[in-house]
């Protein structure tokens, strides 16, 4: 009676295991195969110096009358040649900023009320005064609500989408000129927001 009840422990035993070992395979393989959240990557920009100069696109397919015109003013007040772009991919837009900036890096954030917005941020604006400081100069949200609106710089309208540009307050920052650069390069281009692809 002695050998069978450790037989029959053992298979129970070795059961248990490989049920155990199925089910970590299985959780290891569904996670691999998972999508990663785009809404949490940043990504970072190259510096001035690697992006490629793109001329603005005057027949984009922007729909909105008054951004088309604000493009073209635009055109008139600054020379396109020292306009540069960066793809934000999760929010399917075409941003456009002044040159003459340093590296930047972004990420793609939503808001608690559902409201996608991407934050840009720079390492060099980095300041001591607030605790968790990000370097953060400005964010463009995505069809804003009433209370975000009144904390817009700027707004455009694309592909019957409303966008804002929200610039950072100078109170964390450890560079208050360089904040202004940065804030002023994407104030000037804002207007040319298009949407991606």
């Known amino acids: 009676m002695g050998k069978y009840t450790g037989k029959r422990t053992l298979v129970t035993t070795l059961s248990v295991l490989a049920v155990l070992l199925l089910a970590i395979g299985g959780v290891a393989l569904t996670r691999l195969g998972a999508k990663q959240d785009p809404y949490v990557q940043p990504e970072t920009s190259k510096s001035q110096s690697s992006q490629t100069t793109q001329t603005p696109d005057e027949s984009s397919s922007n729909d909105s009358t008054g951004a088309n015109n604000a493009q073209s ?13 960066v793809d934000i991919t999760p929010m399917s837009i075409t941003v456009s900023y002044v040159k003459g900036v340093g590296a930047f890096e972004y990420e793609v954030l939503r808001a608690q009320n559902g409201t996608r917005y991407v934050e840009f941020r720079s390492s060099g604006l980095v300041g001591t005064k607030c605790t968790n400081d990000m370097g953060t100069f400005a964010s463009i949200i995505a069809n804003p609500s009433d209370a975000e609106s009144a904390t817009l710089s700027k707004t455009t309208t694309v592909d019957g989408v409303k966008y804002g540009l929200s610039l950072a307050d100078a109170t964390c920052t450890s560079d208050g000129a360089a904040l202004q650069k940065y804030q002023q390069s994407f104030s000037d281009a804002f207007t040319l927001l298009k949407k991606l692809g």
């Not at 003013?73 to 600054?78: F, V």
């Open 73 to 85: 003013e635009y055109q008139a007040t600054i020379d396109p040649a020292t306009v540069s772009t």
